[in-house]
């Protein structure tokens, strides 16, 4: 195992690294091998800090570092959730953004690349099959040699992201000959990409093992809560009270009845509400409360995209001391729109609340 690998663990030679070891991960995680750790931290910092960088380098050795990488992905597969494969493999991608783009200009700099953790352009450009695609433009007198590449347009194509902009598009760039002129930054963006598409290959992957699963579960019950609180956004265009969280279903029951709910509760209730794009007038309607009251705490819980702040997790809810974690939900929905989405998913027919008899409406969550 060598210092590139750990500081390249997607490359072709990292992984071929791991197979070659024998190492059994499985045995990693029963023993609570330090790699088992640095795993997880990669994956906590990637769901909460888009960096997989350890806190402090000087914790985990090379092996650590290597190793640590497969586990990571195993943790994520076991998530088993597209937000947190995005997030992961973008995080990958931004920390090895930063550390390729350093080697290779520092080996611009010095001439010869000293440090064996380190990667020149050469053989970053060859790990995905770029080298034969990438031409250096000579440069005109003044500029700094590699300003200027040209890349086939295969390659180019490949990798650019529509989201990027106008100015990504090959009808405003340089094309001639089959090649497309890029500036040397554009490339590592390029590379960027290619690296997030490749750690996101194959994620969640199917396979992992009961047993490991049960030895990951505390790591994936604290992961799953993070991605909870930092990830959710609501897509939902269906409101069926009846398929609401235990919790946010007795939060509404007590509402309409007209309880007082305390700070906590109506936030909670509110916040909810707010993450099913409900306005504020339908909120009302559903909820009985003071229609000022939800007015105001809608002006700052909503924007004009939606909910700009999503309801609090279920593990929030439980500090809270509203959500009781009824049948264990908490393992595989970990958030109230989650748990209501799923719910959705399995019901054979659902009526929006807003298209029902007023008679069937208003009693929906009682």
């Not at 509203?322 to 799923?342: F, K, M, Q, T």
Request: proline share 5%; charged share 35%.
């Amino acid at each position: 195992m060598e210092p590139q690998h750990a500081r390249y663990p997607f490359f072709a030679a990292a992984r071929e690294a791991v197979r070659e070891s024998g190492v059994d991960l499985a045995a990693l995680v029963a023993d609570g091998d330090p790699a088992v750790d640095r795993g997880r931290e990669r994956v906590e910092r990637a769901l909460t800090e888009g960096t997989v960088e350890a806190d402090d380098d000087r914790g985990w050795d090379a092996r650590d570092e290597l190793l640590s990488y497969p586990i990571a992905r195993i943790l994520v597969s076991l998530l088993d959730s597209r937000a947190a494969v995005e997030k992961y493999a973008e995080a990958e991608a931004a920390t090895a953004y930063r550390r390729f783009t350093e080697d290779v200009e520092r080996d611009r700099d010095d001439g010869a690349r000293r440090d064996p953790a380190r990667v020149d352009r050469d053989a970053l450009l060859r790990e995905f099959d770029l080298n034969g695609a990438v031409r250096v433009e000579e440069p005109k007198p003044g500029q700094v040699e590699g300003t200027w590449l040209w890349l086939g347009v295969g390659a180019y194509l490949s990798y650019v992201d529509p989201d990027w902009g106008d100015d990504w598009r090959l009808v405003n760039r340089e094309l001639v000959a089959g090649e497309v002129r890029t500036e040397r930054e554009e490339l590592y963006r390029l590379l960027r990409e290619a690296v997030e598409d490749r750690v996101g290959d194959g994620l969640p992957f199917e396979g992992v093992g009961e047993e490991l699963a049960d030895e990951l579960e505390a790591e994936i019950s604290d992961l799953r809560d993070l991605l909870a609180d930092r990830s959710v956004t609501a897509d939902l265009d269906v409101v069926a009270p009846e398929h609401f969280p235990p919790c946010v279903a007795k939060l509404l029951g007590r509402a309409q009845a007209g309880d007082d709910l305390d700070p906590h509760e109506r936030f909670s209730l509110l916040a909810f509400l707010a993450g099913l794009n409900l306005d504020a007038e339908e909120a009302v309607a559903l909820s009985g409360l003071d229609p000022e009251l939800v007015a105001d705490r809608f002006a700052y819980l909503r924007d004009d995209s939606g909910a700009q702040y999503p309801p609090p997790s279920c593990r929030t809810l439980g500090e809270y001391g509203i959500c009781e974690n009824e049948h264990n939900h908490r393992s595989v929905a970990p958030h109230p729109l989650e748990y209501y989405s799923r719910s959705l998913g399995e019901a054979d027919e659902v009526v929006d609340w807003r298209d029902r008899d007023e008679s069937d409406a208003g009693g929906a969550a009682a």
